[in-house]
Structure formats: C-alpha cells, structure tokens
C-alpha cells in the first residue's frame, strides 16, 4: 500500500536498483544490466500502475530486445501513463525497426484516447526509422475521422521518408483541420516531387489558414521555379498575414516585391 507522500516499497526497490546500475551505490556490488532487466522485467506486471510505469521508462534506458517483448502487452494497459511510458520506452529498445510488431502495436497506439499516448507513439515511430514500405497503416490513419488521430500520423510522416506516399497524401491538403493540412503540406514539400507541387502552390494561395500558407510558401521558396516563383509574387502582392510574409521574406530564389517584404517585416 502506498503511503500519502512516500513512495510504494516496490517503486523505493525500482530506485534503488536503478541507482545501484548507475554506479551511484559506490558501496554495493553493481548487478549486471542483464540481471537488472530480468529484476525489472519481472515488475512490468505489478499490480501497481506507478510501479509498471516507472520500470517501463527504466527498461527503456537499460534493457534490450528480451524486454521490448516484455514492454510491448503495456501498450494496451488500463493506465495511460503506462501507456505513454511503454511506447515511449519501445521506440528507444527497438530503433533497429527490426520488430514488426512493435511498429503495429505504436501504430495502434496512435489512436489512443489519451493524447499523451498519441505524442509518444509518434515520437516512438519516429525513432523506429521504419522503411517506406511499412508506413501503410499510418498514411491509412490520416484519413479517419477522428482529428487527433489524423494530426498524430501526420506527426509521424513528418519524421520518416514518406516518399512512396505522396499519391496518397494529396487529398489530405484539403483536410478539414489546418494543422493536418500543414503537416501535409510539409511533407508534401520536403520530398522535392514536382507532381506535387501544383496542389502546394494552390494552398499558398487558397487555403483559409495563414499557417498552412506559410508552410506553402516555406515550401515553395526552397525550390526556384517559374511557376513557384509566379505563386510567391502573387502572395507577396496580396497576402498580408505576418507569418506568411516572414515565409515569403525567407525564400532562396528571389521575388519581386522582396524589398516590401522586408520592410513589412522590420
């Protein structure tokens, strides 16, 4: 039981023996890592939620592929710290990529009803580095219905190669969410493919948020082209939302009408 203001005697042992690893206990013997994991791995099905979260985030630091298996039944823990603290720890333990299931189980974990979950679950793929070819089921989730959902995908294309999936992606820039549409754009952008780039050019110019039309002129003004450089003088004719102009003010290929765009700027 857990006394107001201590910690449980299961979590003061979880502490202890992290410490001792770390070298810290200068007087008591150092258990090895290997050890330490098994120690550990054994207190992933503690009854206590607080105990089950810490040793997932100590397994996370410490242990190897023996306790990614061990983590991975946490991701679906009644607790959503557990939860956020078992994905987080399975990304670090697998960022060979090398488990397919620990890519299915973060996948899932994107639709989570705990936001904190979905955060560390886009951060854990992340780190998974996963080829092209396995990202299907979360290009698939940026079409669901669910906007939380469909934001924590995007997150995660944004740090991985998406390039065999811009096709797919196209219609998400006209998301009903301004942040989806964004990172859409952004990862539309940052692949290069000139097959994309009308679709870009039109959100610099349409889209109703000025944040998905900085991101399009961000986009746009890495490049050079005619037509780019077409759309970037028409928003620098008649776009007057700041953090547009700080994008179109930033633009390697110049533009006519630069000189105003700095002086709206200072």
Known sequence: MTVRGRASPRVSFLIILITSLAG?????????????????????R?????TRRTTAESLGKIGGSAAASAILPLVTDPAPAVRAAAVQALGRLSSDGSTRGVLDALTRALEDPDQSVKQAASLAIGELEPASDQLEPVVDLVKVRDTAVRRAAVRVLLQVDAGRWLSALVPAVHDSDPEVRQGVVAVLGESGELAVLAEIRKR????????????AAYQLGKLGGSAERAALELASREDSEPGVRRSLGRCACPIDGSHELHEFQT
């Open 204 to 215: 610099l110019i349409e889209d109703s948020s000025p944040a998905v039309r900085a991101e």
């Open 24 to 44: 810290c206990l200068q007087d008591a013997p150092i258990p090895s890592a290997e050890r330490t994991s098994a120690l550990l791995i054994s207190l992933l």
């Open 46 to 50: 503690d009854e206590n939620p607080e």
